[in-house]
């Protein structure tokens, strides 16, 4: 911490019976050391002479921020704390100004300023951040993308950043179980069993989960059921406050589901872990697909290897490639880095001979 550091956050604890006296201080000192106004204003306008009439430019700016903070501004808030501290940042970097020669004075009141104006605690206090951050986004894309930048940025803003949920995952397995259910290979059984650490920033929060399966119509064949819910190694199948729900069946997208909700309270992270099995015909799907409901930190997928089924994996809008970790008597492929929401995978089930 340099000097001017240490007298600004001196300065930040007075309060404003302080700060008023120090300002008749300062203002009594002007008038005996300039006692011929007329000479300053003339000595001001002179190219020469700003540097040595600098420091009272900056004394005046002071006593303004001042003004506006005590005065103009009535509540307590970002805005009024950081004009108090710009305030303080011009009064203190005179005291410091006497003490040091101009240039460097100019060098490390400005290194002090963009500290103010950038630093953590006022950008964290700052109610227009969505803003601010397209602002400076359009900034950095005008060069690059200037017809489009507008576009880009609202995807962007709109999709990948959570605005009501901010809870993410992370260390994402999904274990698939497959076999055929019939002698004549046309039945899927799937037992498909999920682990995650789910981190909530300590706010109580709603999980929701979905699975769905593929049918031409409402009376085909086809069932999903919950088989287990764990959390932190606890099962809560039998709870009250977990709720599972049959997901009417779906005429746009041709398909039915299962909706699972329950609360989850008392701390940031919670390790989930949740069984479904699935039954239903090849013909109507054959595909095992994961579209991200949040952003996920790291996934794993594996699926054994079943007599008459070959598999196929394909990477659904991810950055990165899946890395292939499959031998003789499983499938397995590893993501390692951040899915956005909407990103996935879909593992193509291939029926064989």
């Known amino acids: 911490m340099n000097i001017l550091d240490s007298i600004v956050e001196t300065f930040s604890k007075f ?9 008749v201080i300062v203002l009594l000192s002007f008038f005996i050391v300039k006692r011929n106004v007329r000479q ?4 001001l306008l002179l190219k020469s002479r700003v540097k040595e009439s600098l420091w009272l430019l900056i ?5 303004t921020c001042y003004l506006i903070g005590f005065v103009a501004i009535k509540e307590d808030g970002v805005y009024r704390s950081l004009v108090v501290q710009l305030g303080n940042l011009f009064t203190t970097g005179v005291v410091l100004g006497f003490l040091t020669n101009s240039d460097r004075f100019l060098g490390v009141f400005k290194a002090s300023l963009n500290k103010v104006i950038t630093g953590e605690e006022y950008i964290g206090n700052r109610k227009d951040l969505p803003t601010y951050w397209v602002r400076i986004s359009k900034h950095l894309f005008k060069d690059k993308f200037p017809a489009i930048s507008e576009d880009l940025l609202g995807i962007v803003k709109n999709n990948y ?4 949920d901010s809870s993410y995952y992370e260390s994402y397995k999904i274990k698939n179980d497959i076999a055929w259910d019939d002698d004549e290979r046309t039945i899927i059984r799937l037992v498909e069993t999920i682990t995650v650490k789910l981190v909530t920033h300590g706010k109580d929060h709603e999980f929701v989960v979905h699975s769905f399966i593929n049918k031409p119509n409402r009376a085909e ?4 059921f919950l088989r287990n819910f764990y959390i932190d190694n606890v099962d809560v199948r039998n709870e009250r406050r977990l709720k599972v729900k049959n997901v009417d069946y779906d005429e746009a997208n041709h398909r039915t589901g299962l909706e699972i909700k329950i609360k989850l309270k008392g701390k940031e992270t919670f390790d989930l872990k949740y069984v479904f099995e699935n039954r239903y015909k090849y013909e109507n799907d054959h595909d095992l697909s994961f579209s991200a409901s949040r952003i996920t930190k790291n996934l794993t997928i594996e699926v054994n290897k079943c007599e008459g089924m070959s598999f196929d994996f394909y990477k659904a ?3 990165e490639n899946f890395c292939d970790r499959s031998d003789a008597n499983s499938g397995e492929w590893e993501y ?5 929401p909407k990103q996935g995978y879909v593992l193509h089930i291939n029926k064989t001979r």
């Open 15 to 23: 309060d404003n019976w302080h700060i008023a006296f120090l300002l």
């Open 59 to 63: 004394i005046v700016l002071g006593l």
């Open 317 to 319: 809008g991810t950055i």
């Open 336 to 340: 390692r880095g951040i899915i956005l």
């Open 161 to 164: 950043f959570p605005k009501e």
């Open 40 to 43: 300053f204003i003339d000595d």
């Open 221 to 224: 064949m086809g069932s999903i």
